[in-house]
Protein backbone atom coordinates (compact mmCIF):
# COMPACT_ATOMS: atom_id res chain seq x y z
CA UNK A 1 0.00 0.00 0.00
CA UNK A 2 1.14 3.67 -1.26
CA UNK A 3 2.51 5.49 1.49
CA UNK A 4 1.26 8.65 0.46
CA UNK A 5 -2.32 6.92 0.94
CA UNK A 6 -1.32 5.85 4.65
CA UNK A 7 -0.59 9.42 5.69
CA UNK A 8 -3.52 10.74 3.83
CA UNK A 9 -5.57 8.37 6.58
CA UNK A 10 -4.06 9.22 9.07
CA UNK A 11 -1.67 6.42 10.21
CA UNK A 12 1.76 7.24 11.17
CA UNK A 13 4.39 5.72 9.12
CA UNK A 14 8.30 5.11 9.93
CA UNK A 15 10.42 7.13 7.71
CA UNK A 16 13.04 4.35 6.63
CA UNK A 17 16.88 4.92 7.20
CA UNK A 18 18.35 7.31 5.46
CA UNK A 19 21.78 6.45 4.07
CA UNK A 20 24.89 7.73 2.79
CA UNK A 21 28.44 7.40 2.05
CA UNK A 22 30.66 9.65 4.96
CA UNK A 23 34.13 10.58 5.09
CA UNK A 24 36.09 10.36 8.29
CA UNK A 25 39.57 9.71 9.28
CA UNK A 26 41.31 9.00 5.59
CA UNK A 27 37.56 6.14 5.12
CA UNK A 28 34.66 6.04 3.59
CA UNK A 29 32.07 4.74 6.21
CA UNK A 30 28.49 3.76 5.16
CA UNK A 31 26.37 6.11 7.21
CA UNK A 32 22.79 5.33 8.59
CA UNK A 33 20.30 7.64 9.76
CA UNK A 34 17.60 6.09 11.62
CA UNK A 35 15.11 8.67 13.52
CA UNK A 36 13.34 7.72 16.73
CA UNK A 37 10.06 9.86 17.85
CA UNK A 38 11.87 9.47 21.61
CA UNK A 39 14.98 10.39 20.56
CA UNK A 40 15.10 13.93 22.30
CA UNK A 41 18.43 15.02 20.43
CA UNK A 42 20.86 13.31 17.86
CA UNK A 43 23.29 10.44 19.25
CA UNK A 44 26.42 9.20 17.28
CA UNK A 45 27.88 5.46 17.09
CA UNK A 46 30.31 3.80 15.70
CA UNK A 47 28.94 -0.22 14.47
CA UNK A 48 31.04 -2.79 16.00
CA UNK A 49 34.24 -3.46 14.20
CA UNK A 50 34.33 0.19 12.91
CA UNK A 51 31.64 -1.36 9.84
CA UNK A 52 30.15 1.99 9.82
CA UNK A 53 28.12 4.88 11.59
CA UNK A 54 24.63 5.46 12.67
CA UNK A 55 23.27 8.75 13.85
CA UNK A 56 20.21 8.63 15.45
CA UNK A 57 17.68 11.46 15.24
CA UNK A 58 14.24 13.39 16.59
CA UNK A 59 11.38 12.74 14.19
CA UNK A 60 11.22 14.67 10.77
CA UNK A 61 15.88 15.19 11.19
CA UNK A 62 16.78 12.47 8.97
CA UNK A 63 17.52 14.56 6.13
CA UNK A 64 18.08 17.85 7.67
CA UNK A 65 21.57 20.69 7.44
CA UNK A 66 21.25 19.62 11.32
CA UNK A 67 22.55 16.30 10.99
CA UNK A 68 25.75 17.64 8.58
CA UNK A 69 26.55 19.94 11.34
CA UNK A 70 26.41 17.40 14.36
CA UNK A 71 28.91 15.22 12.13
CA UNK A 72 31.22 18.23 11.44
CA UNK A 73 31.51 19.13 15.43
CA UNK A 74 32.40 15.13 16.31
CA UNK A 75 34.91 14.54 13.76
CA UNK A 76 37.30 15.00 16.33
CA UNK A 77 36.13 11.98 18.46
CA UNK A 78 35.26 9.88 15.18
CA UNK A 79 38.47 10.32 14.57
CA UNK A 80 39.46 9.24 17.75
CA UNK A 81 37.91 6.27 17.98
CA UNK A 82 38.50 5.31 14.82
CA UNK A 83 41.95 4.81 15.61
CA UNK A 84 41.75 2.78 17.99
CA UNK A 85 39.81 0.10 15.88
CA UNK A 86 41.76 -2.66 15.00
CA UNK A 87 42.71 -3.53 11.30
CA UNK A 88 39.70 -5.26 9.31
CA UNK A 89 41.69 -7.94 8.39
CA UNK A 90 39.89 -9.87 5.17
CA UNK A 91 38.98 -13.42 5.53
CA UNK A 92 42.53 -15.47 2.79
CA UNK A 93 44.72 -17.74 2.97
CA UNK A 94 47.78 -17.15 5.22
CA UNK A 95 46.52 -15.06 7.74
CA UNK A 96 45.02 -16.62 11.07
CA UNK A 97 41.24 -17.23 12.10
CA UNK A 98 40.35 -17.43 16.26
CA UNK A 99 37.88 -21.58 16.06
CA UNK A 100 36.73 -21.61 19.89
CA UNK A 101 39.43 -18.78 20.85
CA UNK A 102 42.17 -21.32 18.79
CA UNK A 103 44.08 -19.02 16.05
CA UNK A 104 43.49 -21.21 12.76
CA UNK A 105 45.54 -20.69 10.00
CA UNK A 106 43.97 -20.72 6.66
CA UNK A 107 44.96 -23.03 4.42
CA UNK A 108 43.59 -23.14 0.91
CA UNK A 109 43.24 -25.94 -1.21
CA UNK A 110 42.52 -25.14 -4.99
CA UNK A 111 41.89 -28.87 -6.23
CA UNK A 112 40.03 -30.26 -3.81
CA UNK A 113 36.40 -30.55 -2.77
CA UNK A 114 33.94 -30.37 0.21
CA UNK A 115 32.97 -27.92 2.93
CA UNK A 116 36.03 -26.57 5.41
CA UNK A 117 37.46 -28.29 8.21
CA UNK A 118 40.16 -27.88 10.85
CA UNK A 119 42.69 -30.19 10.65
CA UNK A 120 46.75 -30.11 12.38
CA UNK A 121 49.58 -29.35 10.28
CA UNK A 122 53.42 -29.68 11.78
CA UNK A 123 51.87 -29.50 15.01
CA UNK A 124 50.11 -26.59 14.51
CA UNK A 125 46.00 -26.07 14.02
CA UNK A 126 44.75 -25.00 10.29
CA UNK A 127 41.71 -24.10 9.03
CA UNK A 128 41.70 -26.36 5.81
CA UNK A 129 39.77 -24.40 2.51
CA UNK A 130 38.99 -25.91 -0.53
CA UNK A 131 37.40 -25.18 -3.90
CA UNK A 132 37.08 -21.76 -5.61
CA UNK A 133 39.36 -19.42 -4.03
CA UNK A 134 36.46 -16.44 -4.98
CA UNK A 135 34.18 -19.07 -2.33
CA UNK A 136 36.84 -18.70 0.22
CA UNK A 137 35.46 -16.07 2.67
CA UNK A 138 31.79 -17.83 1.96
CA UNK A 139 32.87 -21.06 2.89
CA UNK A 140 35.02 -20.12 6.30
CA UNK A 141 31.67 -17.97 7.24
CA UNK A 142 29.57 -21.19 6.58
CA UNK A 143 32.20 -23.45 8.64
CA UNK A 144 31.39 -20.74 11.78
CA UNK A 145 27.55 -21.06 11.06
CA UNK A 146 27.95 -24.59 11.34
CA UNK A 147 29.69 -24.89 14.20
CA UNK A 148 27.75 -22.41 15.91
CA UNK A 149 24.43 -24.26 15.07
CA UNK A 150 26.07 -27.64 16.44
CA UNK A 151 27.98 -25.84 20.04
CA UNK A 152 24.95 -23.61 20.79
CA UNK A 153 21.84 -25.84 19.85
CA UNK A 154 23.37 -28.13 22.51
CA UNK A 155 24.40 -25.48 24.97
CA UNK A 156 20.77 -24.03 24.57
CA UNK A 157 19.20 -27.34 25.22
CA UNK A 158 21.22 -27.66 28.47
CA UNK A 159 20.44 -24.23 29.94
CA UNK A 160 16.53 -24.11 29.47
CA UNK A 161 16.50 -28.07 30.85
CA UNK A 162 18.22 -26.09 33.98
CA UNK A 163 16.04 -23.07 34.16
CA UNK A 164 12.74 -25.15 33.36
CA UNK A 165 12.41 -23.10 30.64
CA UNK A 166 11.79 -23.82 26.31
CA UNK A 167 12.98 -21.79 23.39
CA UNK A 168 10.54 -21.69 20.55
CA UNK A 169 13.25 -20.94 17.83
CA UNK A 170 17.14 -20.66 17.57
CA UNK A 171 18.37 -18.50 14.71
CA UNK A 172 21.66 -17.53 13.74
CA UNK A 173 22.56 -14.08 11.90
CA UNK A 174 25.62 -11.77 11.75
CA UNK A 175 24.64 -8.74 13.41
CA UNK A 176 26.14 -5.93 13.84
CA UNK A 177 24.80 -4.11 17.03
CA UNK A 178 24.97 -7.19 19.47
CA UNK A 179 25.93 -10.89 20.32
CA UNK A 180 22.43 -12.37 20.49
CA UNK A 181 18.87 -11.68 21.58
CA UNK A 182 16.05 -13.18 23.29
CA UNK A 183 12.44 -11.83 21.97
CA UNK A 184 9.62 -12.23 24.48
CA UNK A 185 7.59 -15.34 22.94
CA UNK A 186 10.80 -17.52 23.16
CA UNK A 187 13.00 -16.84 19.87
CA UNK A 188 16.59 -17.15 20.44
CA UNK A 189 18.72 -15.17 18.53
CA UNK A 190 22.77 -15.63 17.79
CA UNK A 191 25.59 -14.34 16.08
CA UNK A 192 27.50 -17.05 14.72
CA UNK A 193 30.97 -14.93 15.11
CA UNK A 194 30.43 -16.25 18.81
CA UNK A 195 32.66 -19.37 17.36
CA UNK A 196 35.40 -17.34 17.25
CA UNK A 197 35.68 -16.97 20.97
CA UNK A 198 36.79 -19.28 23.82
CA UNK A 199 34.25 -22.07 24.83
CA UNK A 200 33.39 -20.21 28.18
CA UNK A 201 32.63 -16.95 26.50
CA UNK A 202 30.25 -19.15 24.02
CA UNK A 203 28.59 -21.00 27.20
CA UNK A 204 27.86 -17.57 28.76
CA UNK A 205 26.41 -16.30 25.06
CA UNK A 206 24.01 -18.55 25.55
CA UNK A 207 23.58 -18.97 29.30
CA UNK A 208 22.71 -14.83 29.08
CA UNK A 209 20.14 -15.14 26.05
CA UNK A 210 18.61 -18.37 28.14
CA UNK A 211 18.02 -16.06 31.43
CA UNK A 212 15.82 -14.13 29.29
CA UNK A 213 13.54 -16.67 29.29
CA UNK A 214 12.59 -16.04 32.73
CA UNK A 215 13.67 -12.55 32.74
CA UNK A 216 13.63 -9.74 30.21
CA UNK A 217 15.67 -7.09 31.86
CA UNK A 218 18.88 -6.83 33.18
CA UNK A 219 17.87 -6.40 36.35
CA UNK A 220 19.61 -7.90 39.46
CA UNK A 221 17.36 -10.91 39.14
CA UNK A 222 18.68 -11.62 35.84
CA UNK A 223 22.01 -11.38 36.50
CA UNK A 224 21.43 -14.16 39.48
CA UNK A 225 19.65 -16.40 36.99
CA UNK A 226 22.63 -15.51 34.56
CA UNK A 227 25.29 -16.40 37.28
CA UNK A 228 23.20 -19.29 38.19
CA UNK A 229 23.78 -21.14 34.69
CA UNK A 230 27.09 -19.52 34.15
CA UNK A 231 29.33 -19.01 37.20
CA UNK A 232 31.92 -17.41 34.40
CA UNK A 233 29.25 -14.95 33.85
CA UNK A 234 31.48 -11.80 35.14
CA UNK A 235 34.52 -12.79 33.18
CA UNK A 236 33.25 -14.05 29.92
CA UNK A 237 31.17 -10.92 29.98
CA UNK A 238 34.21 -8.85 30.45
CA UNK A 239 36.24 -10.65 28.02
CA UNK A 240 33.66 -9.95 25.14
CA UNK A 241 33.56 -6.44 25.62
CA UNK A 242 37.59 -6.24 25.45
CA UNK A 243 37.64 -8.50 22.14
CA UNK A 244 34.31 -8.40 20.73
CA UNK A 245 35.23 -5.32 18.72
CA UNK A 246 38.14 -7.13 17.01
CA UNK A 247 36.04 -10.14 15.85
CA UNK A 248 33.46 -7.97 14.84
CA UNK A 249 35.55 -6.52 12.56
CA UNK A 250 37.15 -9.62 10.63
CA UNK A 251 35.79 -9.61 7.51
CA UNK A 252 33.79 -12.02 5.24
CA UNK A 253 32.93 -10.47 2.40
Given at each position: ??????????????????????RV????????????????????RI?????????????????????????A???G???????????????????K????????L?????G??????????????????????R????????F????????????????????????R?I??????????????D????F???I?M??PP????????E??H????N?G??????????????????????????????????
Amino acid sequence: MPLGFLKMIGLRVATPPAERMHRVAGRELPLRIVENARAKRLTLRIEPGGKGLRVTVPRGLSRSREVDEFLARHAGWLEERLKKLPERPLVRPGIKVPVRGVPHLIVHEPGGRGAADTAMRDGAPVLVVRGDIRHLPRRVSDFLKREAKRDIEALVAKHTVALGKRARAIRFRDTKSRWGSCTSDGVLSFSWRIMMAPPPVIDYLVAHEVAHLKEMNHGARFWKVCRELCPETDRCKDWLKRNGTALQAIGFE
